[in-house]
């Protein structure tokens, strides 16, 4: 028997997007850690400017089955500009799965202001560039204005313009799936895949999609700490809840959990290419 056989590292879970190298974690990250191991559950931990991406790397780095994404989302951290110099280094390193959370957050800004959406517009562009430049995938964080679906507007315009540019190498998750049924045919067209976290456990507004959405397109995720699933709600989340958001798949689809977490775990390492 061989002792290298590839397929025994592949967990039973993966939470696609998680920041459990966020300070929430300082005084208990390894008990998380036994948590997640005890469930065969793996995670990417996300960065959200470049302190966070270096302690995201650090984290991957130091732990089986967790990996990072490194970048800068579009309303987190307004100071900092996306500087490729700054990130290189740290996109070479091997736990390294993609680029973001990066894209367009239109919540919370003033209609008026147009300078923050030309802001967020050119560090979304840049890091794109440079997910292309070291064949790296993306990781995407789109919040429209309530009530309407701007920012995904905006980035599928950008996103075809790359597309016609770069074909298949633009790849990778739209996270946090909160569109609308158009939005997420034309994503998926895009070879992009969509997450759904626990918010599929307390409200039926995504139901219709998550049933339309093709198995092979589909990433559960958690975005631990936010966004604790139903029976845990009021807690702080972590990588092991993904279980629950696997679960509602499964009865929306119609099919057995084992299938939905299989699917999953094969779409992950797929899309963010992750060897075995
Ligand atoms: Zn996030």
Redesign the pocket.
């Known amino acids: 028997m061989s002792l290298f056989s590839p397929g025994n590292k592949r967990p039973k879970y993966f939470d696609a997007?998680s920041?459990i190298s966020f300070p929430e974690y300082d005084h208990d990250r390894v008990e998380v850690y036994d948590r997640m191991r005890m469930a065969a559950t793996h995670t990417i931990t996300?960065g959200?400017d470049l302190e966070s991406s270096k302690e995201a790397v650090e984290m991957a780095n130091g732990y089986d089955g967790v990996y990072a994404t490194i970048g800068l989302h579009p309303a987190d951290n307004k100071k900092e500009v996306f500087d490729p110099k700054d990130y290189t280094e740290l996109a070479e390193n091997i736990d390294v799965v993609a680029i973001g959370?990066c894209g367009l957050d239109y919540y919370r800004i003033d209609e008026k202001d147009k300078k923050e959406k030309v802001r967020q517009e050119k560090d979304f562009r840049a890091q794109i560039e440079f997910a292309l430049e070291h064949d790296l995938a993306l990781m995407l964080?789109v919040r429209p204005k309530s009530g309407t679906m701007d920012a995904y507007h905006d980035v599928i315009k950008i996103l075809k313009e790359y597309k016609t540019l770069s074909g298949d190498k633009l790849c990778g998750n739209v996270?946090?799936f909160v569109g609308d049924m158009e939005v997420s045919k034309e994503l998926i067209e895009l070879g992009f895949t969509l997450s759904f976290t626990g918010v599929l456990t307390f409200t039926n507004d995504y139901d219709d999609i998550v049933k339309e959405t093709p198995l092979d397109m589909i990433l559960t995720e958690t975005?631990s700490p936010y966004a604790t699933p139903v029976p845990h709600r009021g807690k702080r989340n972590e990588p092991i809840y993904v279980g629950a958001v696997v679960k509602r798949i499964a009865e929306l689809k119609g099919l057995k959990e084992k299938e939905v977490a299989k699917a999953v775990v094969e779409n992950v390492y797929r899309v963010f290419d992750i060897q075995n």
Do not use: C, G
Request: net charge negative; glycine share 0%; hydrophobic share 35%.
């Open positions: 997007h920041h996300v959200v959370e964080h996270h946090f975005d």
